[in-house]
């Protein structure tokens, strides 16, 4: 796993350069998508591509077509014979002169990486943090490159010993994860903080909740309270790598792994198997 | 003005590369500082350096030595033969595998960046916008990479016309511009938000703040409703750049140019042209 795209050209790793004056490494002016793959298809391509459409708009950034980017995308799979694995797709407003305006004619540079899949726990436990998600930021719903908030949190949460970071928006609300989505399940229903509170619109969230639709399990968008944490009977994460995993300790109280978290698992692995 | 510093060397901006795995270009895992060079001597270098060394602690990251920092921002101003102009200061944690947890042995990226000074205006015009600043998160007070909520800020104000964005904290009181410090003149008093407010401890702001003191302005850090900046009979934005700069408008309402503003800007020139 060893050759990454980099704006056109698949390149060996160690011979893709970036320049100093892109301002996704000086201003973290750029988005990112974070992807699986199965069998060699990326997992949900167009939905990841829509929302990185979408966050560009915001950001007043220009974009290649869908089309491209799913092509290079996969070619780093071909190009590095990965089956399965994660694929990073990076966009950066690229270049520009000192200062914080964009340029007025950016050349946004894309990248695109792969690697093997992490081995993944079939549990996790977390930990509410003190640092708040800020949900009056367009970027507390958008994939932005600015993610050092997100490793600020999870440090936290790592030296409690714990594997994810729960963050509460600045209303003291539950948010989502430092890289995931949180769902509840509570009185029987699934639960899951709406965009609105700052939260990322995962496309592993939105894919369970298309899927609890479908198989008929009752599942809602809820402003949720610090509180409903204790509440909770059952508890999960999903993220694109981790699709969906129960969360076994929060703040130090265990949870049970439940049946809705185990179903909802095995619809998520039926997903991503279909032809 | 083409060399930089890059870990340890002054080259060519043109042969200089970054790692596509760094961090600072992927999660905006790192800092930075701007400094002003009058006369081939960066003012308040060792200030910076205390700030920069202060966000490494906060982010858990090593940075190398304050002298030896120094010596490179000295050594790129030389290579470029730039007696007067503007510094940047970058540090990232270094390249690392895929995740948001930083490597166990990160190896910093040090870069610095050197441009001539932009043409300064007499004074500028802001806006209050939006997008609230986080006053729950550390990075708040730090000078991160983590830089995009700046960036639509300022979107915001330049797409009205305004040269400034003045932000709000997340409990609606003010903070700081999208790059620089906000002092209000409040009947007779300077006024600044304190860093508790989610506020950046610009160098500059410190340096009014000292100036104030030693030459007997009355000047103090008070947390500031939105509704004060209707109230203010004078305005000014700070930073290393543009020094002290009045702000004559705001929301469209008109200030005028008054003695205090000029007095702060007059003391912190003479400053800067201390031997």
Redesign the interface.
């Known amino acids: 796993v060893s050759k990454?795209y980099?704006n056109g050209r698949i390149l060996e790793?160690s011979a893709?350069?970036?320049?100093?004056?892109?301002r996704?490494?000086?201003?973290?002016?750029?988005l990112?998508e974070t992807l699986r793959a199965y069998d060699g298809r990326p997992f949900r391509l167009e939905a990841h591509l829509a929302r990185l459409a979408a966050g560009a708009a915001?950001?007043?950034m220009p974009l290649p077509r869908a089309s491209e980017i799913a092509a290079a995308a996969n070619a780093v799979l071909q190009a590095n014979e990965l089956g399965s694995g994660?694929l990073?797709i990076?966009m950066?407003r690229g270049r520009g002169p000192?200062?914080?305006?964009?340029p007025t004619g950016p050349e946004p540079t894309l990248?695109i990486?792969a690697?093997p899949l992490?081995s993944l726990p079939d549990a996790m436990s977390a930990r509410v943090v003190?640092?708040?998600r800020?949900e009056?930021?367009?970027?507390s719903r958008l994939k932005?490159?600015?993610?050092?908030?997100?490793?600020?949190a999870?440090?936290e949460a790592?030296a409690a010993g714990c594997a994810e970071a729960i963050l509460l928006n600045?209303a003291g609300r539950i948010a989502c994860g430092?890289?995931s989505n949180l769902f509840l399940v509570l009185e029987g229903v699934l639960a899951t903080a709406p965009v609105s509170e700052g939260v990322l619109p995962g496309i592993a969230r939105q894919t369970v909740l298309e899927l609890a639709e479908q198989h008929g399990l009752l599942a809602k968008e809820v402003a949720l309270p610090a509180s409903a944490l204790a509440e909770a009977s059952e508890a999960f994460l999903t993220n694109s790598l981790i699709e969906v995993i129960a969360l076994d300790r929060v703040d130090g109280r265990a949870l049970p792994k439940g049946p809705l978290t185990a179903r909802l698992r095995q619809l998520y692995r039926q997903a991503t198997a279909r032809p």
């Open positions: 990454l980099l790793a893709a350069h970036i320049d100093p004056a892109d996704g490494l000086l201003l973290a002016d750029g990112f915001v950001l007043g994660s990073r990076t950066t000192r200062g914080l305006l964009p990248m990486t690697a992490p003190g640092l708040r800020n009056h930021s367009p970027l932005s490159l600015a993610y050092l908030d997100n490793i600020l999870l440090r790592d600045t430092s890289r």
